[in-house]
């Protein structure tokens, strides 16, 4: 039987990171033990029915029993989250998921992240020595600041929508830079963020045929494979992605 | 010592431990919640729909939240009869909890089909709920007496091939919910499983698209419990025969509402997804409110719901 | 300087400035949100239901909370025809907003009696709206059938005695929504009012008694308000006439939400409760809406819901 | 028209009273402006949807732009109100309702208070010169700390279940007390508290001949006589007592 909890815990440190990421921090030893990243929790963020489900967030580290989560406000329970304050009590389900892989041999590893996709990634990234993160965001005002980067194992590039910090331009660009530079046969690459961001990673990565894997976000509600609300379609048929992901290789998601 | 409270419950001639079940298509096909809940307390469980044939359901997104609830278009997903008798019988024959089976189909032959295979389990498949109500997968713009007509005669089916329990589940969507249970019931059924969801939808103000896929899906959760509680009581009122209950049933408090206005069973749904130990927490309080009551035995407590007056009240 | 979003929604040959109303019996009789929102804002102003003769309506309590919504049951208490007309229609002649009046009767002729007087009062009554559908006072048991026949007879009578638009506001709890819905347009009514409360329950497990002195009562609020969407939904697919639409509204988005669906007219009820300035609020969101989504005609927004995916989705 | 508010406000203080009260304060000067005892607030406990409906509570204390409640834990909605902490918003309808009779002439004024009642009581205590406070309660734990009392311009007495403050038995007995030590027809009876009581002073009071007022507590929604779900049988007919009341003379209440 898998190993599962469902713990109330309470808030040792909630704050604004920057214009787009929060972070909350707390204590517990069960959720906090073997964890790997792409794993991710599902929160109960109000003790009463509104909002009425849970919602998803990717571990952003763990260090001993202190895990940190690292979220941005889309809409009404994001929302409600930012309004927490230390000390108040969340019901957090976990570890849930399947994580990225940690160890491809010889191969060089790029992780392309945007959006909600960049706190598994940074995990990926402070646990194992990877090549290259490659960071897409709208503005210079959503990049993270170099604090939370310090432990990142990889070298960071970004792009900018606007321009106003790194290249200006999707991250698909600076991982076309990276397939021209690193040669396409030699590379391995992970990757969580928005869909269309990711569609086009995968469909560059099949162009050039190179191996790699996706984080999934889609909606849901049970997070243990129960509900089937959260499906994505494999060569096997229809699976959850919340049991059987969120992390997918990219050969297993349909075209 | 913690006085014992009977909490037996009875389907024709099946007994429960407990009146404690989960609502169909909403614990998964095997054990995915018993990390957090030991199964072997339930007083049964009931499968997601099986169909005769595996069914792909609906793409995605296929849930979506709404206030106190949530809509959903799984679409019946489920790999079929046969996976189900070679993969899931085995894993519930070696589980000392009742398998209730929900079943559905697009024909009277399939309903009949899956009936007489799953009489031939009976050591494991304890009773049969038929699914007479999903919003997912009925056909557009069928009249309501057209609904009526195909019910009657997948319980004629069904009832000749099986002496299995049969449960009816019913749903406002198929007409006057009173009136059909009254066929179902003259035409064999064992007990009534009330309600299902009810058809709903939500639209994404940003894309102006519906947010399931399915345009409509069924509504689910707290939200409906006013009005599942309202059918279970008035088809207590009406027959004397078993309810299933499910309708937004979250705490022991709901629970205790529901077998007060008259179910026999507590089918515990969407709950799961909020709070996956809720089943063995409404478990648990419906003991305790049964011992700080005085109640020995929940049948004292079922359907004894009561309108008069305690005295006088200046708007009363 | 805020661009300008036309707003202006029709029934019939009848103008609103804006399709911000109010649910029948969630907005006083006059004037008693007076002090919250400016009445002169509102599209219209639909009343509580007017009987013919007064009605004191059901014992206390008559109101308790469900989970994102509450169940009621006033029991239609009004002063009656005479008192309205008196009293109420001097009020709305001098206010600057179409006055729709709702009303609802035991009998046919009442029905008659009640449009015959109202029709007279054409200056200030605008539009009359047939409460078809309280679940307040409907005698109990009586089938789908019967209640569709009635309400046939209902809109006939009224048809014949009057030039006003015609409301017709219907609920799930008469039957198949849009069968019904067929009918009365045939009939003659103008247009749709979807939906009216649906029936509920709750139990206090304190005194196993119900909440409510008529056990059961309407279900109102955000947990409806799904239900509510899909039938408004379903009655654009099928009919061109104006939908005024309740069920949940309190928000600009969920108003939203019913115009892209199809709604012509947003009536906002439980929401008031909750919310005093809901109505202006949701106006001004709408307005905000338009704006920023380049906008400039409320028509552009209604019934705009479209089903297209934006690009594969990896369960799409 | 009525002078009305919707205000957000920031919970300037926030404790625990006693075993059965917890005391709120904050500042609005709308909500301060112009209030009579027996007069209530109607607030929307949490931003979100649940509770869904707003909740009633009478004026505890008004002092300068200060505004005190006092409330007891009765159900889910007073549940979620207690953890609120200093600084947490609240949004509140008022000041709401028609106030107990400031001024009566001669006669000797006695308050029976019991449970939600209390609050509105003690700040007509306040306010106007009584004779008589009597608070029942179910034992000793429930009494209102001295502190709370202070200023308080009658003489208390108290009654609790148990015995284990005042006297034993119903507060009634109290007033029977008085009655008798007072004479009947020199009394006025301001009262508010649970049903049972209520009903209890309001029938000894008809069996003597004694005037005087409760300030009930229907189960509301609108608080503004808008959802006719507050009503009262009085000699006109269904009144509604969130405008009408909460307090009603004797004689207006049907037997
Ligand atoms: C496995 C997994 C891990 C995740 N990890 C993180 C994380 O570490 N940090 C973080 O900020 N968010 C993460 N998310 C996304 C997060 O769950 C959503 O942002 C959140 O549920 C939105 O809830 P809401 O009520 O605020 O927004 P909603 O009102 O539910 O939605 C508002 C908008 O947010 C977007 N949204 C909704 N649900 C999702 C979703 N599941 N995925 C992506 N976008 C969504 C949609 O565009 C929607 O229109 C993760 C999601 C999954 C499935
Ligand atoms: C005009 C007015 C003034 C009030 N002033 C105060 C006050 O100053 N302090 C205070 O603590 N309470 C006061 N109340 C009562 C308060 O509004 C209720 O205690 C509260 O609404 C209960 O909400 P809940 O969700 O916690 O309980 P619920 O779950 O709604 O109910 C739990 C139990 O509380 C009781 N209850 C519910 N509603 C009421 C009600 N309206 N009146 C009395 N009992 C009720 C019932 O016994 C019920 O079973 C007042 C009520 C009114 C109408
Ligand atoms: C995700 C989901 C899937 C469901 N699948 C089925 C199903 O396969 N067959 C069925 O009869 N009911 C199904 N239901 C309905 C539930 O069994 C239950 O009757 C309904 O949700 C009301 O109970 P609840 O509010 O407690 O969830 C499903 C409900 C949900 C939420
Ligand atoms: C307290 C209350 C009283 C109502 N009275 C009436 C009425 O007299 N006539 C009527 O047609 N509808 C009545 N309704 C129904 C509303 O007009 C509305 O259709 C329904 O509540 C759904 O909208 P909502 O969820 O926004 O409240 C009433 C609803 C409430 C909550
Ligand atoms: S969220 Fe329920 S199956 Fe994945
Ligand atoms: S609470 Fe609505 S009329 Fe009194």
Redesign the interface.
């Known amino acids: ?4 909890y ?1 713990e109330t815990v309470r808030i040792a440190e909630h704050r604004k990171v920057n214009e787009k990421y929060y972070k909350i921090a707390f204590l517990s030893k069960p959720l906090a033990r073997t964890i790997q990243p792409g794993q991710f929790l599902n929160i ?1 963020i ?1 003790p ?7 919602r998803p967030f990717s571990y952003y580290r763990v260090k001993g029993n202190r895990v940190e989560i690292l979220y941005e406000i889309l809409g009404r329970a994001t929302a ?1 989250l930012a309004t927490k ?1 230390k000390g108040d009590a969340l ?1 957090v ?1 976990g570890p849930l998921g399947k994580p990225f892989t940690a160890k491809i041999k010889d191969k060089k590893r790029v992780l392309v992240a945007g959006g909600v996709g960049v706190p598994p990634l940074v995990f990926l990234a402070e646990r194992y020595r990877m090549d290259y993160l490659l960071i897409g965001t709208k503005s210079k005002k959503e990049v993270l600041p170099k604090s939370e980067l310090a432990h990142v194992k990889a070298k960071i590039l970004y792009s900018t929508n606007d321009g106003s910090y790194g290249m200006k331009g999707f991250v698909t660009h600076l991982l076309e830079q990276i397939i021209q530079k690193e040669g396409k046969s030699n590379l391995f690459i992970q990757t969580c963020g928005p ?2 961001m990711m ?1 086009a990673v995968i469909a560059m990565a099949r162009q050039y045929g190179i191996e790699g894997e996706a984080s ?1 976000d ?5 997070t ?10 494999t060569p096997e ?2 699976v959850p ?1 919340c049991v059987e992901g969120p992390v997918f290789a990219f050969d297993r ?3 | 010592m913690k006085s014992k409270v009977n909490l037996e419950t009875k389907i024709k001639n099946l007994t429960f431990r407990n009146p404690v079940t989960v609502a169909s298509g909403t614990f998964g096909t095997k054990g995915e919640y018993a990390p957090y809940v030991n199964l072997e307390r339930l007083g049964a469980i009931i499968t997601k729909t099986i169909t005769l044939k595996g069914r792909a359901g609906n793409p995605m997104p296929r849930i979506i939240e709404t206030t106190g609830g949530m809509l959903n278009a799984i679409g019946l997903q489920n790999k079929g009869l046969q996976d189900f008798v070679e993969h899931k019988i085995p894993f519930y024959r070696k589980l000392n909890t009742p398998l209730i089976v929900n079943i559905a189909a697009e024909s009277i032959d399939e309903f009949g089909e899956l009936t007489r295979t799953l009489t031939r389990h009976k050591p494991v498949v304890k009773a049969i709920e038929l699914n007479l109500s999903c919003p997912n997968v009925e056909a557009g713009g069928v009249s309501f007496m057209r609904k009526r007509e195909r019910i009657l005669d997948v319980i004629r089916t069904v009832r000749d091939e099986t002496d299995l329990p049969l449960i009816a589940k019913l749903s406002p969507e198929l007409g006057d919910v009173l009136e059909i249970a009254a066929d179902v019931l003259k035409e064999g059924a064992d007990a009534l499983s009330l309600i299902n969801t009810l058809k709903g939808m939500a639209v994404n103000i940003a894309t102006r698209q519906p947010h399931l896929s399915n345009v409509t899906g069924g509504l689910s959760g707290p939200a409906i419990k006013p009005v599942a509680l309202r059918y279970v009581y008035e088809a207590r009122k009406h027959f004397k025969v078993p309810i299933v209950a499910s309708g937004g049933i979250m705490t022991a408090q709901d629970a205790l509402e529901f077998i007060i206005a008259g179910a026999d069973m507590i089918a515990v749904g969407t709950a799961n997804f909020v709070n996956p130990r809720a089943t063995t927490q409404i478990l648990e309080g419906i003991e305790e409110y049964c011992r700080s009551n005085g109640i020995r035995h929940i049948n004292e407590l079922k359907g004894s719901l009561h309108n008069g007056k305690e005295g006088p009240v200046f708007g009363g």
Not at chain 1, 48 to 54: M, S
Not at chain 1, 218 to 222: G, Q, R, S, W
């Open positions: 039987m898998r190993r599962l469902d109960r109000n009463d029915l509104d909002p009425f489900l849970r409600m304050k019901q389900m869909k269309v569609q999934l889609e909606y849901m509600a049970c243990i494979g129960a509900c089937l609300g959260c499906m994505v379609k048929g229809w992605s998601l349909a075209e």
